[in-house]
């Protein structure tokens, strides 16, 4: 039995799509990412609404694997289209696939606020998953949410920052520029980092007049930010 690009097969109609090749995947995937945003439909509600449990959809865009059948003609059925209609759409859209393009946001990095860096997640999870930019490349990016007002208005809270980094250290063209970093003592911050008094430290500068700098900081590493997303502007997976 076969419906639409899926060969199944009697034996697999209730468990997982075993031919699919992985460019239907990709385009499904895709596809499927698309019709969520005309429609407006958020990762968690759709998977509640589809009858899943509320990260299968998320799990779909972070794991390149085969969906049961089940789920593929429920998440479609919610979106009032076909599997077919949801592979066509990512074929005729083309590029990357959104699985691919997606980015976990790591954690909370501090602007005034004072952020343990915690790296509780799986590789490749976090608090949520948001769309890479089309400006950037998600390979080796890593992103973090703003929390507090220290970096306004520049970086509100809420605010995603992408960056990327190779190495423990302060590279020469972190000095004068926004970065996130990690202080000796494990906290996350978002400042303009200075070379410091005393050999060895950093200043950690706001762009907000009325937040506090600090000084005389020893710090792990720090990374410039590279993009940076508004609250209102996130697409969250």
């Known amino acids: 039995m076969s419906k639409g690009f899926f060969p199944i097969s009697a034996q697999a109609e209730m468990g997982q799509l075993p031919y699919m090749q992985q460019r239907d995947l990709d385009a499904f995937v895709r596809g499927l990412q698309i019709a969520m945003d005309q429609e407006g439909w958020r990762a968690a509600p759709l998977s509640e609404a589809a009858g899943l449990g509320t990260t299968a959809v998320r ?3 972070r794991k390149a ?31 990357e696939s959104y699985a691919a393009r997606a980015i976990a946001v790591a954690g909370k990095v ?12 799986e590789k490749g999870d976090g608090l949520y998953l948001v769309a ?9 990016m890593v992103a973090v949410e703003v929390e507090g007002d220290s970096m306004a208005p520049t970086y509100s809270p809420g605010t995603v920052l992408f960056y990327s980094r190779q190495a423990l250290g302060i590279p020469t063209e972190a000095i004068g520029r926004i970065c996130v970093c990690e202080d000796a003592d494990g906290k996350a911050w978002v400042k303009v980092i200075k070379l410091g008094v005393t050999e060895g430290t950093f200043s950690l500068i706001s762009l907000n007049p009325e937040a506090g700098n600090l000084h ?8 410039p930010v590279k993009f940076s997303l508004p609250k209102e502007f996130i697409k969250k997976l």
Not at 216 to 223: D, F, I, N, R
């Open 65 to 95: 694997s085969s969906p049961k059948v089940s789920t593929a003609y429920a998440l479609a059925s919610v979106l009032g289209r076909t599997v077919d209609d949801l592979i066509a759409l990512g074929m005729n859209d083309g590029g």
């Open 110 to 121: 501090g602007a005034g606020a004072s952020v343990d860096l915690v790296d509780a997640h």
């Open 216 to 223: 005389g900081v020893q710090l792990k590493w720090a990374a």
């Open 132 to 140: 890479c930019p089309p400006q950037l490349s998600p390979h080796g």
């Open 59 to 61: 799990d779909l865009f």
